[in-house]
């Protein structure tokens, strides 16, 4: 389907828009193009693209959003100052500045009902038994009137109180200037201060410089002029999918205004609100199916937009040279895309609840939806390349505090290693916490169901976890259920921060890198980040650490019948199980010098949820019939589901006889090639509608040997390429016993290959639709 046809369909729409009364002038085109940036069409691109909007005139988003007010809830000030480790930020302090901000404001309920739109996802909410919460404003409100309705429903009236009404007369009044038209392209040093360069060739020079052009514009301007330290890298949104309901009452009428009640709840992983529902904007949520644009025309006062709405992703933004407006990118993982379905399933629930008679999702052709036995079919997780997902709130890429290696401006604003250099907007608030292993913290979480012994939660457990910078949206789904530090194995001072304060605590070290971009990662971070924690972990009294290692460190099987045990001696494979090998030894010695507990998990080829990239790319691979089998294909791996895997991380950290011992950790039984191929081939066609081509790429025993000896050559001159890795390993027998870890700790693993897959699939091909590979990853964590 062509992108441009809906496009021509809405032009062709807004030409008749005549016929509602009006609502769609020339002046509301030209305010479109004063008011925002880019006319309202700004895009963070990824698998699934987010629509954003913001201003870009005196007052910014104050002049363009709804004015709906919350005070920031204490759980997430909390987050915020431990992750970032921020001076004086506590509920506290904010309580004064919250009070003179909702005076200044005039924060206020509605004097008169609500609009019924708001009232119906009211009702739909309370018929379900959830709690639907009306938001106050920054509006003053002058007087109700009784025009509106049919029914003469009181019409609320009031003045917004944006920037232009509030803060900036009063900054102009105590003798600020204001110079329009103007564009800063780029702030340099000067010897008395700033010299701020506009794009029209005019120099401005200061001795302090505040920084409020916004969480894209902000970045965009640092970088630019040079500044790069974590700017510009973790940019988030709340990603919202859109329901345009249709009643058989109504619902609407032309001076509604914005809607007011909202669903809060769901354990934080999403909420529902109604939409701002003129003519023009029912028309926009109505481009996904454009077949039913001239619905509008006679329908427009029975029908509202909704709402669902999540804290997930993470994004970036970059200048592109010889173009004004940057590059912005955000990525929503498979889970965030899950959260977002159940959250647009659960919104729809409601407002069938509230009597709605037809649902259209910003899910292009998908819909309409009439009966509540419908929602079952929806998606799961949204399908990225069909999904149109919208944003009015952008925030947190130049986040504050004093964790110099993840900030990029202090507790007050001011950027690190400048003098007289401040930000003053949304860019600095911090986002929700993730990090890796997912499948360990959820086992901790939330149990194993099929462990009888594991499948009641871990209780009055709390979780600190350690996180790349830019990979803290790993884990959303478990966003406020952890404490997250963010920072790199490599820095002994994150180590530091990340052990503080955790005397008698368990350590899982699980994270280590397997696809390096150069060989001498290896030993920088699976050898030195390993000491670098164990040092840490050690000085803090950690009591026992639990550490992942590999098969690696005993390389391949001597014969297809050997299995490895815990008695194989090491016969390092590359210098990745020369990495592992070291640092099985390293945690050794911490354990026979009595400075802390171990456990060493040797775990081979893991598979299932929270899987990295490449997976997909081997199960695209099958599906589209160039899997690599070399020789004949019945060579054996181990491998290890990842609630097995979790399982026998718990029982290792928690068994008392478990202290210096080494195990195996991995599935029943090991399998062929041919039949994990099989086995994914199968499920993709018969269980996930993907159309599979039967072929295999078949290629000689030798091709493997081949492949080991140039990667040997490469390695040895410190340089890596990951499939000639792989490709090394495609006919050899790598296979383990668990009967020690069965025998000790009492591990049963209860997930095979099959339904492991079946899982595995599922978080990638779970709506049925084929979407795009995602690049490789080098790392793993």
Same mark, same amino acid.
């Given at each position: 389907?062509?992108?441009?046809?809906?496009?021509?369909?809405?032009?062709?729409?807004?030409?008749?828009?005549?016929?509602?009364?009006?609502? =769609?002038?020339?002046?509301?085109?030209? *305010?479109?193009?004063?008011?925002?940036?880019?006319?309202?069409?700004?895009?963070?691109?990824?698998?699934?693209?987010?629509?954003?909007?913001?201003?870009?005139?005196?007052?910014?988003?104050?002049? !363009?959003?709804?004015?709906?007010?919350?005070?920031?809830?204490?759980?997430?000030?909390?987050?915020?100052?431990?992750?970032?480790?921020?001076?004086?930020?506590?509920?506290?302090?904010?309580?004064?500045?919250?009070?003179?901000? *909702?005076?200044?404001?005039?924060?206020?309920?509605?004097?008169?009902?609500?609009?019924?739109?708001?009232?119906?996802?009211?009702?739909?909410?309370?018929?379900?038994?959830?709690?639907?919460?009306?938001?106050?404003?920054?509006?003053?409100?002058?007087?109700?009137?009784?025009?509106?309705?049919?029914?003469?429903?009181?019409?609320?009236?009031?003045?917004?109180?944006?920037?232009?009404?509030?803060?900036?007369?009063? =900054?102009?009044?105590?003798?600020?200037?204001?110079?329009?038209?103007?564009?800063?392209?780029?702030?340099?040093?000067?010897?008395?201060?700033?010299?701020?360069?506009?794009?029209?060739?005019? !120099?401005?020079?200061?001795?302090?410089?505040?920084?409020?052009?916004?969480?894209?514009?902000?970045?965009?301007?640092?970088?630019?002029?040079?500044?790069?330290?974590?700017?510009?890298?973790?940019?988030?949104?709340?990603?919202?999918?859109?329901?345009?309901?249709?009643?058989?009452?109504?619902?609407?009428?032309?001076?509604?205004?914005?809607?007011?009640?909202?669903?809060?709840?769901?354990?934080?992983?999403?909420?529902?609100?109604?939409?701002?529902?003129?003519?023009?904007?029912?028309?926009?949520?109505?481009?996904?199916?454009?077949?039913?644009?001239?619905?509008?025309?006679?329908?427009?006062?029975?029908?509202?937009?909704?709402?669902?709405?999540?804290?997930?992703?993470?994004?970036?933004?970059?200048?592109?040279?010889?173009?004004?407006?940057?590059?912005?990118?955000?990525?929503?993982?498979?889970?965030?895309?899950?959260?977002?379905?159940?959250?647009?399933?659960?919104?729809?629930?409601?407002?069938?609840?509230?009597?709605?008679?037809?649902?259209?999702?910003?899910?292009?052709?998908?819909?309409?939806?009439?009966?509540?036995?419908?929602?079952?079919?929806?998606?799961?997780?949204?399908?990225?390349?069909?999904?149109?997902?919208?944003?009015?709130?952008?925030?947190?890429?130049?986040?504050?505090?004093?964790?110099?290696?993840?900030?990029?401006?202090?507790?007050?604003?001011?950027?690190?290693?400048?003098?007289?250099?401040?930000?003053?907007?949304?860019?600095?608030?911090?986002?929700?916490?993730?990090?890796?292993?997912?499948?360990?913290?959820?086992?901790?979480?939330?149990?194993?169901?099929?462990?009888?012994?594991?499948?009641?939660?871990?209780?009055?457990?709390?979780?600190?976890?350690?996180?790349?910078?830019?990979?803290?949206?790993?884990?959303?789904?478990?966003?406020?259920?952890?404490?997250?530090?963010?920072?790199?194995?490599?820095?002994?001072?994150?180590?530091?921060?990340?052990?503080?304060?955790?005397?008698?605590?368990?350590?899982?070290?699980?994270?280590?890198?397997?696809?390096?971009?150069?060989?001498?990662?290896?030993?920088?971070?699976?050898?030195?980040?390993?000491?670098?924690?164990?040092?840490?972990?050690?000085?803090?009294?950690?009591?026992?650490?639990?550490?992942?290692?590999?098969?690696?460190?005993?390389?391949?099987?001597?014969?297809?019948?050997?299995?490895?045990?815990?008695?194989?001696?090491?016969? @390092?494979?590359?210098?990745?199980?020369?990495?592992?090998?070291?640092?099985?030894?390293?945690?050794?010695?911490?354990?026979?010098?009595? #400075?802390?507990?171990?456990?060493?998990?040797?775990?081979?080829?893991?598979?299932?949820?929270? #899987?990295?990239?490449?997976?997909?790319?081997?199960?695209?691979?099958?599906?589209?019939?160039?899997?690599?089998?070399?020789?004949?294909?019945?060579?054996?791996?181990?491998?290890?589901?990842?609630?097995?895997?979790?399982?026998?991380?718990?029982?290792?950290?928690?068994?008392?006889?478990?202290?210096?011992?080494?195990?195996?950790?991995?599935?029943?039984?090991?399998?062929?090639?041919?039949?994990?191929?099989?086995?994914?081939?199968?499920?993709?066609?018969?269980?996930?509608?993907?159309?599979?081509?039967?072929?295999?790429?078949?290629? @000689?025993?030798?091709?493997?040997?081949?492949?080991?000896?140039?990667?040997?050559?490469?390695?040895?001159?410190?340089?890596?390429?990951?499939? !000639?890795?792989?490709?090394?390993?495609?006919?050899?027998?790598?296979?383990?016993?668990?009967?020690?870890?069965?025998?000790?700790?009492?591990?049963?693993?209860?997930?095979?290959? *099959?339904?492991?897959?079946?899982?595995?699939?599922?978080?990638?091909?779970?709506?049925?639709?084929?979407?795009?590979?995602?690049?490789?990853?080098?790392?793993?964590?």
């Amino acid at each position: 389907m062509s992108p441009f046809g809906p496009l021509r369909d809405f032009v062709k729409f807004y030409e008749t828009l005549t016929l509602f009364g009006g609502y =769609a002038q020339l002046h509301e085109g030209a *305010e479109m193009v004063q008011k925002y940036r880019a006319g309202g069409l700004n895009v963070a691109l990824g698998r699934c693209k987010v629509t954003y909007v913001e201003g870009r005139c005196a007052g910014g988003g104050s002049e !363009i959003n709804s004015g709906l007010y919350h005070r920031t809830p204490e759980s997430v000030v909390d987050k915020w100052r431990h992750r970032f480790q921020i001076d004086d930020l506590s509920m506290e302090n904010l309580e004064p500045l919250f009070l003179e901000n *909702e005076r200044d404001l005039s924060v206020s309920y509605l004097p008169g009902p609500a609009p019924p739109a708001s009232l119906a996802l009211k009702a739909g909410a309370e018929a379900l038994g959830w709690d639907a919460m009306e938001v106050p404003r920054w509006y003053r409100y002058d007087a109700v009137s009784g025009e509106g309705l049919a029914d003469e429903s009181p019409t609320n009236v009031g003045c917004r109180q944006s920037m232009t009404e509030t803060f900036i007369p009063r =900054a102009l009044a105590a003798g600020a200037k204001l110079v329009p038209n103007s564009r800063i392209h780029r702030l340099e040093r000067c010897r008395n201060g700033w010299q701020l360069n506009t794009q029209q060739g005019q !120099i401005v020079h200061a001795d302090t410089v505040f920084l409020a052009a916004g969480a894209i514009g902000t970045p965009l301007l640092l970088r630019r002029s040079g500044f790069k330290r974590n700017v510009g890298n973790t940019l988030r949104l709340h990603p919202t999918v859109k329901v345009l309901a249709v009643f058989n009452r109504k619902v609407n009428h032309a001076a509604m205004g914005v809607p007011v009640h909202q669903v809060k709840g769901f354990d934080g992983d999403y909420s529902f609100g109604c939409s701002i529902s003129s003519p023009p904007y029912l028309a926009m949520a109505m481009m996904d199916h454009p077949e039913y644009l001239h619905t509008i025309g006679h329908d427009w006062e029975n029908m509202a937009i909704y709402y669902a709405m999540s804290t997930d992703g993470i994004g970036s933004i970059r200048p592109i040279p010889g173009y004004r407006d940057p590059f912005v990118r955000y990525q929503l993982n498979i889970a965030a895309r899950v959260k977002l379905a159940d959250g647009l399933r659960d919104l729809c629930r409601a407002l069938f609840a509230a009597g709605a008679v037809s649902l259209y999702p910003s899910i292009t052709g998908w819909g309409p939806l009439t009966d509540p036995s419908e929602l079952s079919a929806l998606p799961r997780p949204l399908p990225a390349a069909r999904t149109n997902l919208m944003t009015v709130h952008v925030m947190g890429s130049c986040p504050m505090g004093e964790t110099q290696n993840s900030t990029a401006v202090d507790s007050f604003g001011k950027v690190h290693g400048e003098k007289n250099l401040y930000i003053n907007d949304a860019s600095i608030l911090g986002g929700a916490p993730g990090v890796n292993p997912q499948g360990l913290i959820k086992a901790l979480l939330d149990g194993i169901p099929e462990c009888t012994p594991l499948a009641i939660p871990q209780k009055n457990v709390s979780i600190r976890v350690l996180v790349r910078p830019g990979e803290e949206s790993s884990l959303e789904e478990f966003t406020g259920r952890l404490e997250t530090i963010v920072g790199d194995l490599t820095n002994p001072d994150d180590c530091k921060r990340f052990c503080i304060d955790s005397d008698g605590a368990s350590l899982f070290h699980v994270a280590g890198v397997i696809h390096p971009r150069w060989a001498r990662e290896f030993q920088l971070i699976n050898v030195q980040g390993t000491a670098n924690l164990l040092r840490s972990a050690i000085d803090s009294g950690v009591q026992r650490a639990v550490v992942m290692s590999s098969n690696s460190p005993l390389g391949c099987n001597p014969h297809p019948d050997h299995r490895f045990d815990e008695q194989s001696p090491f016969k @390092p494979y590359m210098g990745y199980g020369k990495s592992k090998m070291q640092m099985e030894q390293l945690v050794s010695s911490a354990r026979i010098q009595k #400075q802390i507990e171990t456990v060493l998990i040797r775990a081979p080829w893991f598979y299932g949820p929270f #899987q990295p990239p490449r997976q997909r790319l081997f199960f695209e691979m099958i599906r589209d019939g160039k899997a690599p089998i070399v020789g004949g294909g019945e060579n054996l791996r181990s491998m290890a589901y990842i609630d097995n895997l979790a399982q026998g991380l718990i029982l290792a950290a928690t068994h008392p006889g478990a202290n210096g011992e080494v195990y195996w950790i991995a599935d029943e039984r090991p399998y062929s090639m041919n039949e994990i191929v099989s086995t994914i081939e199968r499920l993709l066609e018969h269980e996930y509608a993907q159309v599979c081509k039967h072929t295999r790429l078949k290629l @000689p025993g030798f091709t493997s040997e081949v492949a080991w000896c140039v990667d040997w050559l490469l390695q040895s001159v410190g340089l890596y390429h990951q499939k !000639i890795h792989v490709l090394s390993e495609m006919n050899k027998t790598i296979a383990c016993s668990i009967a020690k870890a069965q025998r000790e700790l009492g591990y049963s693993p209860t997930v095979s290959l *099959e339904e492991g897959m079946r899982r595995s699939l599922a978080e990638l091909f779970g709506s049925g639709q084929k979407e795009g590979s995602d690049q490789k990853q080098n790392a793993a964590a």
